[in-house]
């Protein structure tokens, strides 16, 4: 007799229909399918008596929707709007398919879910030409076809372009074929693998070391739809302050604290606009949470004081290892309070990090949670808005936790191997609602290097400790981009590199390309070059001082951004893949970096080392941002691109709100500007604007505003304001790029004189060596006009 290596669930033997869907008995499982709502179906197999519906990532519950359940003899079928879910009585494979019959999804023929040992694989039909993206934090290529990952949270200290695992665990990945697009999330917290078609051309796989599978399969007819279901199941963010979507300066680590005023004065002094400062691991005392060192830092609330006076907020490293030292008040109220992550026989687990010998808290547990909230307080009374969560995988010296630790998962004890992806999110939603409750009614800054689906709830996440070198510069657009894919929208990367010593051209080449990302943090380790915006001389100063005022400029653009991704949970930073999936162009090597901030700016990422790349341009109009220089859409084209010219172009037909850029976001302006590029098919596009710092937004404090551009009727409408919120501008100026536009336009049935300007978005660069030109940044002759600002709706037509 053929010995058994694997089990699948085998024929159905019962059926039963259950709100939303449909249970199934089969020889050797359980398995349902549970319909959350019109485009999200859940699956599940089970061998327990009972199925396992607790969730961290999922936090939304199954919606009332129409479906109807169909019992045939070969197959129990659950058809909803837009699919239908379909599972063969033979031996319990499933098929997803359109309304039209067309397959979506399916289990790869003879091989349906089962189980090796405790681990469960479900095997998937690779349909012809079908591509994968997504999976969030992952190096390689844009299309995942070929290669194979796995999630287990790692401190992958200096890692490299294949490395793998990283430190965010994100299991969705997005599947494109035939016209067609889906998700596939496995709400698996074990560690998991995904499979697509490494070492063999039979199928891709999603499995998991132990546990169910338990997966959801997410329709939409556009990868943004797919997103935006995948975060309504998962949640979104909620508003960030708008000061931390500024620049942020860090090091490993700036101490004493003379070092940090003096590194404060240096922004103000040479008018680089700077929001934060961020306290990496030295400003504590012997590296112990919740401790200042008394040398180096004696003041730390008159330090606090000192930098707010000068428009900068701060945000300290939050490391979740509790140093073992009796006396130590953190240490003591843990073991009072019961807080840490324990052995089986009840012992406080110990690992060795950065302060020494320490205990962890368990944050899978409510009052671990609470003690952590109420520990965080110290920082937020002396005006603290901003943490960062590092070392949070667990990262300790030896990098091998044990698996026989337990978590207790608010009441349901589980082991290392189910807890361990999940520490990091934990203890990003402790850090999260803890300081939310602190700062009566202001927004935090929460930052995280480990997670799990469902961390953009709580945090934006950063792609850890990089390299500085141009490989991982690209890689790191990359990664974040595909962050973006699988619903974490605020992420970014250490500008610069965290390891090694970037050269002037690549430290100028990666800040041009990092003010154009979501989070925007400069950071280097101990024992290495400086890296600050003036680090590498004047000429790279200057560089950086104009990007970095770029970003400042565009900041009512990316402010509403935010606010869409609050929304939606759409990516603010876009690979070219979310709105154009089935262009083979988008996923070459030559392409896959490239990506969209917002809807109307195209970023080509490109090394320091090259002076000319090639630049895909996907339909429509592209305009240079530096000088107008048009580039028709469909097109692969040779641009420049010295070290002071990023590859940046902007769609024809959007409108892009701007403003002065300041020395912070604090800073109030008179003027707000409207940059308008010609194109041929009508858009839109929706500025936001609140407080910037409090919830108030969310009782209707806000401002909206739709602003429209009509090319067939030469007409520009700007909505009128809806909200409670009252924008505080005076002045409005339109800028009308490639528009043949000489004496007036009429602005609510008024005549306005046009002026003609020569436009720039940069200071000039003057001649420095070893750029050796002494051309300006770019500019392009333009007309403008200016109009006093209302909340009224706006006509302009020429």
């Avoid at 009840?346 to 109420?374: E, I, L």
Wanted: hydrophobic share 35%; with cysteine; charged share 20%.
């Amino acid at each position: 007799m053929k010995k058994q290596t694997s089990q699948s669930p085998g024929k159905i033997l019962g059926v039963q229909e259950v709100p939303g869907g449909v249970l199934l008995r089969s020889e050797q499982a359980k398995l349902r399918v549970t319909l959350y709502a019109d485009c999200v179906a859940r699956i599940t197999f089970t061998r327990d008596d009972e199925f396992d519906d607790f969730s961290y990532a999922v936090c939304t519950t199954p919606s009332a929707c129409e479906h109807k359940v169909s019992d045939t003899v070969d197959a129990v079928s659950v058809a909803a709007k837009f699919f239908s879910v379909q599972v063969s009585k033979k031996d319990s494979s499933i098929s997803i398919r359109s309304t039209d019959g067309s397959v979506i999804n399916e289990d790869e023929p003879g091989l349906p879910t089962s189980w090796i040992g405790e681990q469960v694989t479900a095997y998937k039909k690779m349909q012809d030409g079908e591509r994968f993206i997504g999976l969030g934090e992952k190096t390689g290529p844009l299309d995942r076809k070929g290669a194979a990952y796995q999630n287990w949270a790692t401190d992958a200290f200096g890692y490299h372009g294949g490395s793998d695992p990283l430190y965010c665990s994100t299991p969705f990945y997005i599947g494109i074929h035939h016209k067609t697009v889906y998700g596939i999330f496995l709400d698996n917290s074990h560690k998991t693998f995904f499979n697509f078609g490494a070492s063999n051309n039979r199928f891709s796989s999603l499995s998991a070391d132990a546990g169910e599978m338990n997966y959801y399969f997410i329709y939409g007819d556009t990868v943004d739809q797919v997103i935006e279901n995948y975060t309504w199941l998962t949640g979104r963010m909620e508003m960030p302050p708008l000061w931390s979507l500024g620049y942020q300066q860090c090091r490993y680590s700036y101490y004493p604290d003379k070092e940090v005023k003096s590194l404060a004065m240096q922004f103000r002094e040479r008018n680089i606009p700077a929001d934060v400062i961020v306290l990496d691991i030295h400003y504590m005392d012997k590296y112990k949470i919740f401790t200042w060192d008394p040398v180096k830092f004696k003041d730390p609330a008159g330090l606090v004081s000192f930098l707010r006076e000068n428009g900068f907020h701060v945000v300290v490293m939050c490391d979740p290892g509790i140093k073992i030292e009796p006396g130590y008040q953190a240490y003591d109220e843990g073991i009072a309070k019961n807080v840490f992550l324990k052995y089986p026989d009840g012992k406080p687990y110990s690992g060795q990090v950065w302060p020494g010998w320490c205990h962890f808290p368990d944050f899978t547990k409510a009052d671990t949670r609470k003690w952590w909230a109420s520990a965080l307080k110290q920082y937020v009374d002396i005006g603290v808005d901003g943490f960062w969560n590092d070392m949070n995988e667990i990262a300790t010296w030896g990098q091998s936790l044990p698996e026989n630790i337990e978590f207790d998962f608010d009441g349901d004890p589980a082991s290392t191997r189910k807890g361990r992806n999940l520490f990091g999110f934990q203890m990003a939603r402790s850090t999260y609602e803890g300081t939310k409750k602190h700062l009566g009614g202001k927004r935090p800054f929460n930052l995280t290097r480990s997670g799990f689906s469902g961390v953009q709830r709580y945090a934006a996440v950063w792609t850890g400790d990089n390299v500085s070198y141009d490989e991982h510069m690209l890689l790191g657009v990359r990664l974040v981009s595909s962050l973006g894919m699988t619903g974490v929208a605020f992420a970014g990367y250490d500008a610069g590199g965290f390891v090694g010593e970037a050269s002037s051209k690549l430290f100028a080449r990666w800040i041009s390309i990092a003010a154009l990302s979501p989070f925007f943090r400069g950071h280097t380790m101990i024992n290495s070059k400086d890296a600050e915006p003036w680090s590498h001389g004047e000429e790279v100063e200057l560089l950086s001082r104009n990007y970095i005022r770029l970003r400042y400029q565009l900041m009512p653009y990316i402010y509403s951004l935010f606010w869409q991704a609050v929304q939606t949970g759409r990516a603010i930073q876009r690979s070219l893949a979310v709105d154009y999936p089935f262009e083979p162009r988008v996923f070459s090597g030559t392409y896959q970096s490239q990506y969209l901030f917002g809807p109307s700016i195209l970023v080509a990422p490109v090394e320091s080392t090259k002076d000319v790349c090639k630049v895909f341009f996907p339909p429509g109009k592209w305009y240079a941002l530096h000088d107008g220089t048009l580039h028709p859409g469909d097109t692969e084209s040779y641009v420049e691109c010295p070290v002071h010219r990023l590859p940046v172009f902007v769609k024809g037909g959007a409108i892009i709100p701007m403003k002065q850029a300041g020395v912070n976001t604090a800073d109030q302006f008179e003027k707000l500007t409207m940059h308008v590029y010609n194109g041929d098919e009508p858009t839109s596009f929706v500025m936001y604007e609140d407080d910037g710092e409090t919830f108030e937004y969310q009782a209707g404090k806000h401002a909206t505003r739709t602003l429209a551009f009509d090319p067939a009727l030469s007409k520009i409408t700007l909505g009128s304001v809806a909200g409670a919120f009252n924008p505080k501008w005076k002045l409005l100026e339109i800028v009308f790029h490639a528009f043949k536009l000489t004496k007036e336009v009429t602005v609510n049935s008024r005549s306005v004189g046009v002026t003609a300007i020569e436009h720039s978005f940069f200071t000039p660069l003057e001649k420095y060596d070893p750029f050796n030109d002494s051309e300006s940044m770019g500019s392009e002759k333009a007309t403008a006009i200016t109009i006093p600002f209302t909340t009224d709706e706006i006509n302009i037509t020429w």
